[in-house]
């Protein structure tokens, strides 16, 4: 010790050092993590580091236990389809979308940071106004959404820019009836659907009767005699910008968004549904949505326990609702990592 008090050498900078394991840094030298950390609700895990000070990095640890930002969305099981205009499934090596400006299309990748390449939009459009004519779908199920024509823009010519919501991009729909189909959605005993939009006109999400109306999400029924329809055969759980409605019947569901919910719709029918539709009830113009849309996720398993993680991730991305900043969960050392660069790192896969 120094007269200040201060630590001069660190344990582990003495020669001979075997292993060291420390929830500080105990070696000047060592670069790497003090320990992994496995979640509890999900199994996940994350490696966690030290701060400026060589203590262990908690805010890093508090965050991946609250959030879940981390976690891939592919990471969970029963993924049905991936849309987004972020990269959401590490391994997709496609395109995000298919753009069409006038008479001609392009597929637009992601730049190196898994965002939307805006500039390859600009290139392409330039002055002239583009709309996505097909949204891929990052499952690697081959579910890819295809939009009504010229009806969902995303790049501004007259701007000379991609529409953007809270900083991220946005794909509009004008209160005009423009719709994404997604034919294979369908016939699930189970679908649980997470996505984002953000609404810049409620007058289109309440027709007349509030027992027969569409939020952006809708599905088509077969042989319904009255032209109803529910949104999810079988369990249906749809959650949006943080919310959660869930149909209490097979063919009940509620809609919503950003904390209210718009519909509550009852379908007459509980065959299997054809169609799954994204921003409007099939070709009736009462029912559309206006505003943006930015990401949507579907699986084929139940979600609950996940769910946090899994809008946490997204909101993350697109900062569309204040996060509960409260965990409740459990995390177990997964990996004490050997701080003398001998790799003498210990394990454990137990709750322990």
């Known amino acids: 010790m120094t ?8 344990p582990g900078d003495y020669s001979g050092l075997a292993a060291a394991y420390s929830l500080r840094k105990v070696s000047s030298s060592y670069s790497g993590y003090a320990v992994e950390v496995r979640r509890a609700v999900d199994n996940y ?6 701060d400026g000070s060589g203590n262990l990095y908690t805010a890093s640890l508090a965050s991946f236990i609250r959030t879940g930002s981390e976690t891939p969305l592919d990471a969970y099981s029963g993924l049905a389809a991936a849309y987004s205009l972020r990269k959401v499934v590490p391994t997709y090596g496609g395109d995000a979308i298919e753009i069409q400006s006038g008479s001609v299309s392009q597929s637009i990748g992601f730049d190196s940071f898994g965002d939307l390449d805006v500039a390859a939009i600009k290139s392409f459009a330039g002055s002239g106004d583009a709309f996505v004519k097909t949204w891929y779908d990052q499952s690697g199920l081959g579910a890819d959404a295809t939009a009504t024509a010229n009806s969902l823009k995303i790049y501004s010519g007259s701007l000379g820019s991609v529409l953007t919501v809270n900083g991220k991009p946005g ?11 997604m034919p294979t959605l369908h016939g699930q005993s189970l679908l649980d659907t997470y ?3 953000t609404p810049n006109d409620t007058t289109y999400l309440y027709p ?19 032209g ?13 910008n943080g919310v959660e409605f869930t149909g209490t019947t097979r063919d009940q569901v509620y809609n919503f968004l950003n904390g209210s919910r718009v519909v509550v719709h009852q379908g007459a029918n509980t065959s299997v549904w054809p169609n799954y539709w994204w921003g409007r009830y099939v070709t009736t113009a009462v029912y559309h949505f206006s505003g943006y849309l930015q990401e949507l996720i579907a699986y084929t398993s139940s979600q609950a326990a996940n769910r946090p993680y899994i809008e946490n991730n997204i909101n993350s991305y697109y900062g569309i609702y204040t996060p509960d900043s409260v965990s409740t969960e459990d995390a177990y050392v997964k990996t004490w990592y050997d701080q003398s660069g001998n790799g003498n790192h210990a394990t454990q896969s137990v709750d322990a």
């Open 3 to 10: 007269a200040s008090g201060l630590t001069t050498t660190l």
């Open 208 to 226: 007349a009767s509030s027992n027969n109306g569409y939020g952006p999400v809708a599905q088509q029924g077969n042989g319904n005699s009255d």
């Open 195 to 197: 996505f984002t939009v």
């Open 171 to 181: 794909i509009y729909i004008a209160g005009d009836g423009g719709t994404f189909t």
């Open 45 to 50: 895990s994350a490696s966690i580091g030290f």
């Open 228 to 240: 109803k329809s529910g949104n999810i055969y079988g369990s249906p759980s749809i959650y949006a």
